[in-house]
């Protein structure tokens, strides 16, 4: 039987990331910021650790800067510890030229440090999902059945089914049919397994775990650039491909609209996902900012996070992130307010005129304020119809959601909304 330390973790860091624009402007998908604090890198990392997983590789290629920053900053393992978070990124060799082409063309531009690391078993992992998982369950599922490959499956509603890879599965768990992300009505009548009216179909979590012979064959023998459309659906026709269930919750966090209703759902009592579990924690960098500041505002389920100033405000159903400044009169609603990298230094000219934060009686609804955002006084924001797309060069309409870019600088009395 082999061991978790045996496994090697590889988390794709993402490509170009248009889903989420412009909150991957200027950084990668899994360095957008989450939770108030938290990074959607963090969770697989953190999945990792909670696991014993600890040989980590973090492949990334698109505006890497941030996420290489938080990883180094945020993944040092001790002298004593055998374990490393490792950021392969992507690079021009003599042997090839391009840039990763796909999640399986990523993964085998790196085979040879793959190999360098004698893994038994290979983790392969995205980098913006959220959900808990135990991966050593997982593993020792995969090394009990004998499975070449392993697919984490979930149940998925008939409305998602367009945006999952489908597979059919028999009752000793090995794939028999696999298609990614189907459209064709007959196709996706052929793909019903559960008899389950709203959850019918059987989908891939995007979570593979490969006996790392097996990888490199299939890689290095084929011309293959995606796992979901290419590897997984080819391998079932000569591997052994076996469907692990996984019943827990699990967000896909691929879409501004999907980004903003589950940030959202965080700032219920009974919010879906729990970031206050004791045991299996997730982890993040550790900030040292002070408490923060609430002055006479009024909050309903707010997820309030670290080094705040908030005045005399009046906030619900919304994310209020790490630095946030919020002067007197603001009203937020149904809202997701980034914070700030840093303060404005004390006795300087802030940019634009503006300090950084929201100022004096502006109104926010149904918008994603990103980082370091300047908002001046009487700004009112409010959302449009769902299905508006806006893209003005200073702001941004996704699916109805206004979206302000990171350092914006929205000048007093801006009306952004519905004509």
């Not at 973090?58 to 920053?69: E, P, Y």
Request: glycine content about 8%; hydrophobic content about 35%.
């Amino acid at each position: 039987m082999s061991s978790l330390n045996s496994i090697l973790a590889v988390i794709l860091g993402g490509g170009v990331g248009r889903r989420l624009y412009p909150l991957t402007k200027q950084r990668a998908k899994p360095a957008v910021p989450i939770a108030g604090k938290y990074r959607l890198i963090d969770v697989p990392i953190s999945n990792c650790i909670n696991s014993d997983i600890n040989q980590i590789a973090v492949l990334t290629q698109f505006n890497s800067v941030s996420l290489h920053r938080h990883i180094t900053q945020t993944y040092t393992f001790d002298d004593f510890h055998r374990g490393y978070v490792q950021i392969l990124a992507a690079e021009q060799t003599p042997r090839s030229t391009s840039w990763y082409q796909g999640t399986a063309d990523a993964v085998r531009k790196q085979l040879f440090e793959i190999k360098a690391t004698r893994a038994q078993s290979v983790l392969i992992l995205a980098g913006d999902h959220l959900y808990r998982m135990d991966y050593d369950a997982l593993a020792h599922f995969h090394w009990e059945k004998q499975a070449a490959i392993t697919v984490a499956v979930q149940p998925i509603a008939a409305t998602d089914a367009h945006r999952f890879g489908l597979l059919k599965r028999g009752a000793d768990h090995h794939i028999s049919a696999f298609v990614e992300k189907p459209r064709d009505p007959e196709v996706l009548e052929q793909f019903i397994s559960r008899d389950d009216d709203l959850r019918p179909y059987l989908g891939s979590m995007g979570i593979y775990m490969f006996n790392t012979q097996v990888l490199i064959d299939l890689l290095e023998d084929t011309n293959y650039d995606d796992f979901g459309g290419q590897v997984i659906p080819n391998a079932i026709h000569s591997h052994t491909v076996l469907g692990y269930d996984f019943d827990g919750y699990w967000e896909d966090i691929g879409t501004i609209r999907s980004f903003y209703e589950t940030n959202l759902s965080l700032t219920r009592p009974d919010a879906p996902f729990n970031f206050y579990d004791p045991v299996r924690p997730i982890y993040t960098r550790p900030r040292y900012l002070p408490g923060s500041v609430i002055d006479g505002a009024t909050l309903h389920n707010v997820l309030l996070a670290d080094g705040c100033q908030i005045r005399h405000a009046e906030i619900s159903d919304s994310i209020v992130g790490l630095r946030s400044q919020i002067a007197d009169g603001v009203q937020m609603k149904n809202s997701i307010l980034m914070g700030a990298d840093y303060y404005d230094p004390p006795g300087e000219d802030p940019r634009g005129g503006l300090p950084i934060g929201i100022g004096t009686d502006c109104r926010v609804e149904g918008a994603i304020i990103d980082k370091n955002v300047r908002m001046g006084e009487g700004v009112t924001i409010l959302p449009f119809p769902p299905g508006t797309e806006i893209d003005t060069g200073s702001w941004v309409v996704q699916d109805g959601i206004v979206v302000i870019p990171k350092s914006t600088v929205l000048h007093p009395g801006t009306y952004i909304g519905p004509d």
